[in-house]
């Protein structure tokens, strides 16, 4: 994981990667980080209120209001009120990083799903639910569960598997937070994805 005020393709990340933002002087995002994760946000731990993906040296994707899109990683790095870290799966090769990449490019356009913001906020099973979240569309995104569908997509070509307790919970109930706590991530980063 890394948090660096300028951080650098080739250097600091590579594509398939998962980038984290949280700002924390925004009321939306300090609330989506307070649900279910106030004790972390209070003790000043980094806390992740959004996830997305990269796909290229210049641009992620993620899933906003109205629909999943490519945005540029310098808005993040450019935008001083927000938090920007990035972190790799346990295993990535260059192989499971294209095909993380490819999951999330395939996606974009498709719509973003408020239900699914829905059934997090009037539940208690935010990283806990196996069974679909009842207000999830199938057809519709939220930036974690498109983070976690690319990690389940990807996992052949890891060389080290999805632990069971992270596959257990089932994507509509996945958070930022979720995914950022989750302990399928490699302590650094430091050079590509091994081939």
């Not at 609330?31 to 992620?60: F, K, N, P, Q, W």
């Not at 499971?96 to 498709?110: D, H, K, L």
């Not at 719509?111 to 569309?137: C, H, V």
């Not at 080290?160 to 109930?173: G, I, K, N, Q, R």
């Amino acid at each position: 994981m890394f948090c660096r005020l300028a951080p650098k393709y080739g250097r600091d990340y590579w594509v398939g990667e998962c980038a984290f933002t949280r700002r924390p002087d925004s009321f939306l995002s300090d609330g989506i980080a307070m649900d279910g994760y106030r004790a972390l946000v209070e003790a000043g731990e980094l806390v992740a209120s959004h996830a997305a993906m990269i796909i290229s040296e210049t641009h992620l994707i993620e899933a906003v209001t109205p629909k999943v899109r490519r945005w540029p990683i310098e808005e993040y790095i450019r935008d001083q009120g927000a938090l920007f870290w990035v972190r790799r799966p346990l295993g990535q090769t260059q192989a499971s990083a294209e095909a993380m990449a490819r999951f999330a490019a395939g996606v974009e356009g498709q719509d973003y799903d408020l239900g699914e913001i829905m059934g997090l906020l009037f539940s208690d099973q935010d990283d806990k639910g196996t069974k679909p979240n009842r207000w999830a569309d199938d057809d519709k995104w939220i930036c974690s569960r498109l983070v976690d569908m690319a990690l389940r997509f990807s996992e052949g070509a890891r060389t080290v598997p999805l632990p069971e307790s992270f596959l257990h919970v089932h994507p509509t109930w996945r958070t930022p937070q979720g995914l950022n706590g989750a302990p399928i991530w490699e302590p650094e980063i430091s050079g590509p994805p091994p081939v």
